[in-house]
């Protein structure tokens, strides 16, 4: 079985601090994608990775970046948290880039609260 | 309008009826199409793929395409509670750069009552 793990199920952070979210895959995935989810928008695209070093920004990545150091590893970073980012985090990740039966596997989230 | 649309709910039926979760889709590129379901507070979880137009049935679940109407839909036959959770659909396109990105409905929050 696919295994994604989040670091942490439930985080709280103050306003301004520098958040990290942590993710891993077991199953040599080259995508890693990382999403939020918030009531009556749905999951939006934050930023994805296709290889080690490789990152391309998705729908919403003002206020994130992103690290990916590994393959197995992809970190989201909050360089200065908001009160606006309070959501659940989501990170997936798909076998490869050419494979249009691009199936994404996630992991169990995040939920962030910035106070 | 927007790619996918996806009827948010909540939709209450009582265990044991047919439950149809529908979405439909603008972009005519989209051939994969997939059903994860979310329980309360974890990650989505695959449920079904297809590919390009038909049914395809896994046990009590039928995901049914009908691209020329951009339409797409699952069936829950027997519904249970423990089929209680939300329900996304999920599609990719074969064309273009971005065949590695899936757009996502909102999602369906279903309950089945006992």
């Known amino acids: 079985d696919v295994k994604v793990t989040q670091s942490s199920r439930y985080l709280v952070k103050r306003t301004g601090e520098k958040v990290f979210l942590e993710c891993v895959q077991d199953?040599?995935?080259?995508?890693m994608f990382w999403y939020r989810q918030d009531p009556g928008l749905g999951l939006r695209l934050i930023y994805f990775?296709?290889?080690?070093?490789?990152?391309e920004k998705g729908d919403i990545p003002e206020g994130y970046s992103v690290s990916r150091e590994k393959k197995e590893r992809f970190s989201l970073i909050l360089e200065s948290a908001s009160t606006n980012q309070t959501s659940m985090y989501l990170c997936?990740?798909?076998?490869?880039?050419?494979?249009?039966?691009?199936?994404?596997?996630f992991g169990a989230g995040t939920r962030l609260s910035v106070l | 309008q927007k790619e996918v649309e996806q009827d948010p709910g909540p939709l209450s039926v009582p265990e044991g009826a047919i439950v149809s979760l529908n979405c439909t889709y603008s972009?005519?590129?989209?051939?994969?199409f997939m059903w994860y379901r979310q329980y309360s507070r974890k990650g989505p979880e695959l449920l079904m793929y297809?590919?390009?137009?038909g049914n395809k049935e896994d046990g009590r679940f039928t995901a049914q395409v009908d691209k020329s109407s951009k339409y797409i839909s699952l069936f829950i036959r027997d519904s249970q509670p423990s089929d209680s959770a939300t329900y996304l659909c999920?599609?990719?396109?074969?064309?273009?750069?971005?065949?590695?990105?899936?757009?996502f409905g909102k999602g369906t929050l279903l309950t089945v009552n006992p």
């Open positions: 997936a990740s798909s076998i490869a880039r050419s494979l249009a039966k691009n199936i994404q596997y």
């Open positions: 199953m040599d995935h080259e995508n």
């Open positions: 990775s296709y290889d080690v070093k490789m990152k």
């Open positions: 972009n005519s590129a989209f051939q994969y």
């Open positions: 297809t590919y390009s137009s």
């Open positions: 999920a599609m990719s396109a074969t064309r273009g750069g971005s065949n590695y990105k899936l757009t």
